[in-house]
């Protein structure tokens, strides 16, 4: 099965777009609290779920600890939700070749994020890898999106369009592994979305970034998109449960693509 099937078959189930962020916090949750703070916040959300998005470079941050307990988290999660690994990761082929191995081998997550502007050929290490997804950041939510990705070129197009240039490019060329573009909310637009190709979509950007699910309304896409809540679950309103925050994220969103 395809990554995007996978998805998508996730998303129909759970009438579901959300995508619960992992990103623990050592300084403030204590690094031996964290794996059965994560356990928690796994079990409590995996109802309302479509996929779950650990990034990487929290867990880094406790050194060899923190990627066995990524590792340790990793086997346990439930299979049949989607995994991505944000990683960001954009080097030499040789290098990116290595990174794929880990991630998609060793971790066995089901999409990873990379950063294309070192060029396509840092890519194809990742790209036929059959089952699996990999997102490359293409207008980002940070303010400094704007320095290079929706800076304009001499022919009137914005950067961001070669990152869609990228994915129709592995589309032609039948690449096993599913490619599609994160895309921040607080930079969205209808503009970004007509000039991208319609594939799967990571949304970070709502919750405690402040991004606005209008933005995506009206678009026509139809491959399965992906909205991003990290610290509006784990660490906002903890009056309320994982559960219930986990749920009216996804009602939002559903409303919101008309699910």
């Known amino acids: 099965m395809k990554f995007s099937e996978k998805l998508a078959s996730r998303i129909r189930d759970t009438r579901s777009a959300l995508c619960v962020g992992l990103d623990p916090r050592p300084e403030s949750d204590g690094v031996g609290q964290i794996p059965s703070f994560l356990r928690q916040v796994i079990e409590e959300t995996a109802p309302y779920t ?13 050194g060899l600890a923190g990627l066995e307990m990524l590792e340790s988290l990793l086997a346990d999660m439930p299979r049949e939700i989607p995994i991505v690994l944000d990683v960001k990761r954009g080097d030499i082929g040789e290098t990116q070749k290595y990174y794929a191995q880990a991630y998609f081998e060793r971790l066995n997550v089901d999409a990873v994020t990379l950063s294309p502007f070192m060029g396509y050929d840092t890519l194809a290490p990742f790209l036929d890898y059959e089952g699996k997804g990999v997102y490359l950041l293409t207008v980002t939510s940070n303010p400094g999106s704007a320095d290079i990705e929706r800076q304009q070129l001499a022919d009137g197009r914005k950067v961001y369009e070669l990152v869609g240039d990228m994915v129709s490019r592995s589309i032609a060329e039948g690449r096993k592994t599913d490619v599609g573009m994160v895309v921040g909310l607080t930079n969205a637009d209808s503009e970004i979305l007509t000039r991208t190709p319609d594939a799967p979509l990571l949304i970070p950007g709502l919750g405690a970034q402040g991004g606005d699910l209008s933005s995506l309304t009206g678009a026509g896409r139809t491959a399965p998109p992906l909205i991003n809540v990290s610290r509006g679950i784990l660490y906002r309103d903890m009056d309320k449960s994982f559960a219930q925050k986990a749920a009216s994220y996804a009602e939002d969103i559903r409303k919101a693509l008309g699910y």
Do not use: S
């Open 50 to 62: 479509a996929a779950f998005k650990p990034n990487i470079a929290y867990f880094e941050a406790m």
